[in-house]
Nanobody
Framework: QVQLQESGPGLVKPSQTLSLTCTVS??????????WRWIRQPPGKGLEWTEV???????YYSPSLKSRTSISRDTSKNQVSLQLSSVTPEDTAVYYC??????????WGQGTQVTVSS
């Protein structure tokens, strides 16, 4: 069974860069035709789909975050990472990674809380 586990710093100061990692087990991040997406949920709000990286390494960025984000992968570790620069308190959220097959998100991590505060 596929499992996803997010990890991150928990607390980040404004203007810093947030780095998150999603470690995948039970399946390879290079398996056709899956994609791996980061999704966040700010407190009291709905889910916000952010960046995605395909099985072949292609990346797609959400228009709202494009200028501040970078998504990458380490196939040797079976990990997908997200970096978000110049964070503000509005980036406070639970960040999830999920497996995506044509908009069917069949596996999710438990999520990691990120708080942006000085």
């Amino acid at each position: 069974q596929v499992q996803l586990q997010e990890s991150g710093p928990g607390l980040v100061k404004p203007s810093q860069t947030l780095s998150l990692t999603c470690t995948v087990s039970g399946g390879s991040i290079t398996t056709s035709y899956y994609a791996w997406r980061w999704i966040r949920q700010p407190p009291g709000k709905g889910l916000e789909w952010t960046e995605v990286i395909d099985y072949d390494g292609s990346t797609y960025y959400s228009p709202s975050l494009k200028s501040r984000t970078s998504i990458s992968r380490d196939t040797s570790k079976n990990q997908v990472s997200l970096q978000l620069s110049s964070v503000t308190p509005e980036d406070t959220a639970v960040y999830y990674c999920a497996r995506d097959l044509h908009a069917d998100y069949d596996y999710w991590g438990q999520g990691t809380q990120v708080t942006v505060s000085s």
